[in-house]
């Protein structure tokens, strides 16, 4: 199965001389991206050449001088003038010093030579990616698949337009509404990882989301250093079950008995691994405002639940609002950018989910709401008149009447 946006978006970036840097959680799609674009230089004619860095003997070569990369190629040098090589590597975090090497490779050669990297952890691209690199890179993240993408992984591509149509009509019910809808359940259950989406039954699914979590969030857990496993995989489980919540480091390390930098640094190494997101508040003219603790959301939904050992069907489970937030957390981030997005919440509990900054005080609001019925336009006055200029919508999964405030799907 193709991811056709990113696949167009990364193709479209190979006539660049910077190089393509492709990041996202493990097991999300990468290494099935970048050979599909190996493909697509085959077709064209071009020269290319796939490595992986977890080859311990390719890793050993570059690690004595970047150069030595050229030992499993062809040097640029060696060219002809009006080709250009295209050098695939995988997990290029695993190199000693992936900044310097990718640096040198771009300094000499940038005019015949074009690299398009993967990387699983973001911990090692943010530490190690120093800005000697700055206008030599251009880095793209790979989401775990949105819900567009599952209905085309499941081969449905009609009901994935007819998808598409529902976002437009607020109270669309064609054809297939049940049948999306049903999907959708499944999908806020199991989320979006590939293997995760293609695999038949239920019970299968469920074991391949408990070898995300036992295995490679391990292995990210390993390679960051963490020295109390057990602790972080409890913090792991503590973040799932309050997904959507403020996050206070130090009630979780009271909690964990744990220190509060410790609790602070295994939360950094979640949200460079793509295990979580912190979303940030927003403040702007109220004095009561809250501004520091940060309301945490998991990458996929599917990794959450596996987290909390909790695969009920959707319509049964008590903590059906924040899977849907989660949801739209996610899909909110992928269509406006992590930076522009955040919550509001004053001392006194007034809340509005999420917040889009589009402008100086101006932007979106969105609440979200399992069942509009619960949604109460008249509880969200302060927010209104204090940003006039943010237009308010509730997003419900269950549309059942008319607002005066429009109701919407994402």
């Known amino acids: 199965m193709k991811r056709v946006e990113a696949l167009q978006t990364l193709q479209a970036h190979l006539g660049k001389p910077q190089h393509s840097i492709l990041i996202g959680p493990r097991q999300v799609g990468k290494t099935t991206l970048v050979k599909q674009l190996a493909e697509i230089l085959e077709q064209q004619g071009e020269t290319w050449y796939f490595l992986t860095f977890e080859d311990p003997a390719i890793l050993d070569a570059i690690n004595q001088h970047p150069e030595n990369i050229f030992n499993y190629t062809m040097l640029p040098s060696a060219m002809p003038v009006e080709k250009k090589l295209y050098l695939i590597i995988d997990e290029v975090q695993y190199a000693a010093n992936p900044s310097n090497f990718l640096k040198l490779l771009y300094d000499k050669y940038a005019a015949q030579l074009k690299v398009i990297a993967t990387g699983s952890s973001a911990f090692y691209i943010d530490k190690n990616f120093?800005?000697?690199?700055?206008?030599?890179?251009?880095?793209?993240?790979?989401?775990?698949?949105?819900?567009?993408?599952?209905?085309?992984?499941?081969?449905?591509?009609?009901?994935?337009?007819?998808?598409?149509?529902?976002q437009r009509r607020e109270k669309y019910q064609g054809p297939n509404r049940i049948k999306i809808d049903l999907l959708f359940d499944e999908y806020l259950i199991y989320g979006g990882y590939p293997e995760v989406v293609l695999a038949?039954?239920?019970?299968?699914?469920?074991?391949?989301?408990?070898?995300?979590?036992?295995?490679?969030m391990k292995k990210d857990a390993l390679e960051a250093g963490v020295r109390e496993e057990q602790k972080f995989?409890?913090?792991?489980?503590?973040?799932?079950?309050?997904?959507?919540?403020?996050?206070?480091?130090?009630?979780?390390?009271?909690?964990?008995?744990?220190?509060?930098?410790?609790?602070?640094?295994?939360?950094?190494?979640?949200?460079?691994?793509?295990?979580?997101?912190?979303?940030t508040p927003f403040y702007g003219n109220l004095r009561k405002e809250l501004t520091k603790m940060p309301k945490v959301y998991f990458s996929d939904n599917g990794?959450?639940?596996?987290?909390?050992?909790?695969?009920?069907?959707?319509?049964?489970?008590?903590?059906?609002?924040?899977?849907?937030?989660?949801?739209?957390?996610?899909?909110?981030?992928?269509?406006?950018?992590?930076?522009?997005?955040?919550?509001?919440?004053?001392?006194?509990?007034?809340?509005?989910?999420f917040i889009v900054e589009q402008g100086i005080k101006q932007g979106l609001a969105y609440e979200v709401k399992y069942n509009d019925n619960?949604?109460?336009?008249?509880?969200?006055?302060?927010?209104?008149?204090?940003?006039?200029?943010?237009?308010?919508?509730?997003?419900?999964?269950?549309?059942?009447?008319?607002?005066?405030?429009?109701?919407?799907?994402?």
Not at 200 to 205: C, V
Not at 314 to 342: A, T, W
């Open 374 to 410: 619960a949604f109460k336009p008249n509880k969200y006055h302060k927010f209104t008149e204090g940003y006039p200029d943010f237009n308010l919508y509730c997003i419900s999964a269950a549309v059942s009447k008319e607002h005066t405030v429009e109701i919407i799907r994402l």
């Open 130 to 166: 120093k800005d000697s690199l700055a206008g030599r890179k251009k880095v793209f993240e790979l989401f775990p698949l949105s819900f567009h993408e599952f209905l085309q992984f499941k081969e449905e591509d009609k009901l994935s337009e007819e998808w598409l149509e529902m």
């Open 200 to 216: 038949r039954t239920e019970k299968e699914k469920q074991e391949i989301l408990k070898e995300l979590v036992s295995s490679y």
């Open 233 to 279: 995989f409890q913090l792991a489980r503590l973040l799932a079950n309050q997904a959507g919540n403020m996050v206070n480091s130090h009630e979780l390390g009271n909690t964990l008995k744990m220190a509060g930098p410790t609790v602070d640094n295994y939360i950094y190494i979640m949200q460079k691994s793509f295990i979580i997101n912190l979303l």
């Open 303 to 353: 990794l959450r639940n596996a987290l909390t050992n909790s695969f009920n069907r959707f319509i049964d489970r008590p903590d059906k609002g924040e899977l849907l937030e989660n949801y739209v957390y996610n899909r909110l981030r992928k269509l406006y950018g992590v930076d522009n997005l955040h919550y509001w919440r004053t001392a006194d509990g007034n809340e509005v989910d």
